[in-house]
């Protein structure tokens, strides 16, 4: 279960505050990276099947455009909150940052559960949110993207709202967009594969073997099952995944010792990661609550579902084997827990870096769509891999030299050139 009494963006800015105060920062720079640039708080009326109006609360947030656009997800979740937000545009800057692509950082979100709207009623809903933002995001301003929720259907949705608005295509306005409708190659694939590109490099550093390691991942979304499918063709089995139950929303976790086949699995799954547990059971898999994919006998794990979800009281229960976490969602340790995590000597990949394959293959779909010249899938996943790699051993470098924390090293490396861009630009 998630640890609620922890506000992600207060998380967000208390590790932020550790960090500038390591780095020395003036305190205009600090107090200008703390906070959001600007923020958007917004009503979306929409046109329910039955006839009925239902009014939608959403969301965007573009903490920093210092270094280029704000780049980031837009969220549909029944939970979401403005302070979710705000933390989540936060990561955003430092994820742009860590992985060097020219970018800032932003989030948006609505408060929904798409689960339980038609089709219809979500596009009305991704095109309510288009035209309440529409003048404050572009090409050259603020650039959204699918995350928790949401996917390449709505970011079509959303474009073909913006483009109907200013009469014109502009294509690199949104990323996550469909392949053949100005979508790049490998956009689908890049989160989960930069989670486990990340943990590749990982443990070459820890002179591990894939093939000798098992993993356990929370999660069974679009980050999980790539991140699944890498792992297991670098020769790792990954012998549990949790996710929510298609029906009744609650988590479970499921189980194969020898192996979890995606494929398979995939064929059992709605479009948000909810597996259908009877036929889970049908096909061997073993069905235990949802909490106990952090309790699994291995040497990985993956939080790759909401944040708060490794907390100081489930911590206590994780296996003596665990050597590595890569963390492929935002924010999934809450700061008790990563203390414990530190002090167990356990190796960190930290969010912003592990997931930043999403927003950096967004970045690639950026340039291709504003060229209009779409690059063939092994060239993009292979500056994925460069790019995820180079950024990997940036941090695991500075870790080593400073002796800082994996997570702290990237926070220093990521804050530095965020900091940089302000004081260059004279904001601060
Ligand atoms: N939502 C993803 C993230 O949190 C991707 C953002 C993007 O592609 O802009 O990194």
């Known amino acids: 279960m998630s ?23 003036e305190s205009g720079i600090r107090e200008l990276l703390r906070r959001p640039l600007r923020e958007y708080h917004f009503t979306i009326p929409v046109r329910m099947d039955n006839g009925e109006v239902k009014v939608f609360q959403g969301f965007r947030v573009q903490h920093n455009d210092a270094r280029g656009p704000a780049k980031g997800g837009i969220r549909f979740h029944p939970e979401e909150t403005a302070d979710t937000v705000r933390a989540l545009a936060m990561w955003m800057t430092w994820k742009c940052s860590v992985v060097d692509i020219p970018l800032g950082g ?59 608005i200013n009469g014109e295509r502009l294509p690199g306005v949104i990323t996550g967009k469909p392949v053949g409708m100005g979508g790049s190659l490998g956009r689908k694939e890049a989160t989960g594969f930069g989670v486990i590109y990340t943990l590749r490099e990982a443990l070459k550093e820890l002179n591990l073997k894939p093939e000798n390691m098992t993993a356990s991942i929370q ?9 699944v499918q890498l792992f297991r063709e670098l020769g ?36 948000y990661g909810g597996i259908d547990k009877e036929k889970a059971a049908d096909m061997n898999y073993q069905v235990l609550p949802g909490d106990e994919w952090i309790n699994q006998d291995v040497d990985i794990l993956i939080p790759a579902a909401l944040e708060n979800q490794i907390t100081a009281s489930n911590m206590q229960n994780i296996s003596k084997r665990v050597k590595v976490i890569a963390e492929g969602a935002n924010g999934p340790t809450t700061p008790a827990a990563d203390k414990i995590i530190s002090e167990k000597g356990i190796f960190v990949i930290p969010d912003f870096l592990a997931n930043a394959g999403g927003v950096t ?4 779909e950026q340039v291709q769509s504003n060229m209009n010249y779409f690059w063939e899938k092994e060239e993009v996943l292979e500056k994925l891999d460069t790019k995820m790699t180079s950024a990997y051993k940036a941090v695991s470098g500075l870790d080593r ?16 050139r965020v900091a940089e861009a302000v004081s260059a630009r004279g904001w601060a």
């Open 3 to 25: 640890d609620n009494r922890y506000n992600p963006y207060e998380t967000a800015q208390a590790q932020f505050d550790v960090i500038a105060g390591m780095l020395e920062l």
């Open 106 to 164: 932003g989030k948006g979100g609505v408060i929904c559960d798409p689960r339980s709207l038609t089709d219809r009623e979500q596009e009305r809903l991704c095109r309510g949110w288009i035209r309440q933002i529409s003048k404050d995001i572009g090409p050259n301003r603020d650039v959204p993207a699918p995350d928790v929720m949401t996917s390449a259907k709505h970011m079509l949705w959303m474009l073909d709202e913006f483009e109907t």
């Open 219 to 227: 999660g069974f979304g679009n980050v999980a099952q790539h991140a």
């Open 236 to 271: 790792g089995t990954v012998s549990a995944i949790s996710c929510w139950d298609h029906k009744d929303c609650n988590s479970c976790t499921y189980v194969k010792k020898d192996g979890i086949n995606p494929k398979e699995l995939c064929e059992i799954t709605d479009p």
């Open 361 to 364: 293959c967004s970045y690639f």
């Open 401 to 416: 030299k400073r002796k800082l924390y994996m997570r702290d090293a990237a926070y220093v490396i990521a804050i530095n």
